[in-house]
């Protein structure tokens, strides 16, 4: 993905188009946003199949409301710690599982 990815437009059936580094459209599905830290996260699963992105993947970005941008996130130990909460947070509800991006 770039390295900051621009929201372009949400779709009519709920889905965010995401460009990635070779200018493909991905559509995604918002999960949830949540905050952590003092910062917002979305939650993101593919909306389609994908090679690069597994159907039950829970995919995270930084969400920069100034620019309305979604940031990608490198550190993995963060990652874990957002997917983590998110999971708590929900405490009980069905959450789609495993790693994030």
């Known amino acids: 993905m770039n390295e900051k990815e621009e929201l ?8 965010i188009e995401l460009i990635d ?27 389609e199949p994908n090679e690069q992105i597994a159907e039950d993947e829970v995919v995270i970005f930084r969400l920069n409301e100034q620019e309305e941008t979604l940031e990608p996130i490198e550190d993995e130990k963060l990652l ?19 790693e994030n991006n």
Request: aromatic fraction near 12%; hydrophobic fraction near 30%.
């Open 21 to 47: 580094d070779d200018g493909k459209v991905i559509n995604f599905k918002l999960l949830d946003v949540t905050e952590y830290k003092g910062e917002k996260y979305t939650l993101l699963l593919a909306a």
């Open 80 to 98: 874990e710690e957002i997917f983590e909460f998110y999971r708590q947070e929900t405490d009980g509800e069905e959450v789609y599982s495993d």
């Open 8 to 15: 372009n437009e949400e779709v009519e059936d709920g889905l």
